[in-house]
């Protein structure tokens, strides 16, 4: 120590005392710890547990209703183009209607949740999805979360993890609380604030 630290990229006794102007930073590490930062400041945004339980409960009703509207749609469509296609099916099935409702719980989940982040709930919740890294989820990340959703028992998932259920974790990723009128009005009053301090002339 008397004699000084060596530099970890010249090998030389440094000749600095707070900080290396020479200094360049492994842009890979530096992605990593800008992600990491990102986690950590949306980590105390994620949606509670109420939260999370609103989303189902009206997430299950949207899904119920658009289960009906998806169904008279394509029994719409079969009968004017396909009716000997329309005739196959068995609708008192309990395994079709299963597999029909599932299907179409597929395609409410997944296009809602790709091109917007939010399911109808979410949006009256004000929460969205994000992967763990703070990033909007691509199509197979979503489509992941969405079949993870079928899983059985998986509604309970949520008793094991304060804020996470297996369709969470099994896609990497998480639910935040996102208002964008919150964000609206903390802009203004920031702009507004800002404004104030600059000189007059």
């Given at each position: 120590?008397?004699?000084?630290?060596?530099c970890g990229i010249t090998g030389k006794?440094?000749?600095?005392e707070e900080s290396c102007p020479n200094y360049e930073g492994d842009p890979a590490k530096l992605e990593l710890v800008a992600k990491q930062e990102k986690v950590k400041k949306a980590d105390g945004q994620i949606a509670n547990k109420?939260?999370?339980?609103l989303n189902y409960l009206l997430d299950y009703i949207f899904v119920l209703v658009f289960v009906y509207v998806f169904g008279f749609y394509i029994g719409l469509l079969l009968g004017m183009y396909a009716p000997e296609v329309l005739d196959t099916f068995d609708f008192e099935?309990?395994?079709f209607n299963m597999l029909f409702n599932i299907i179409a719980g597929l395609v409410y989940y997944s296009i809602l949740e790709f091109t917007t982040g939010r399911t109808l709930a979410k949006f009256?919740?004000?929460t969205k999805v994000v992967t763990?890294?703070?990033d909007a989820p691509s199509f197979a990340t979503i489509l992941k979360r969405s079949l993870a959703r079928y899983i059985p028992f998986e509604p309970f998932s949520f008793l094991m993890n304060d804020k996470s259920g297996w369709h969470d974790t099994m896609s990497d990723t998480m639910v935040?609380?996102?208002n964008p009128y919150k964000k609206k009005v903390?802009?203004?009053?920031l702009e507004s604030r800002t404004e104030s301090l600059e000189p007059r002339a």
């Open positions: 120590m008397q004699q000084g630290i060596i006794i440094a000749d600095f109420g939260l999370r339980f099935n309990t395994w009256i919740t004000c763990t890294e703070g935040i609380s996102d903390k802009k203004e009053s």
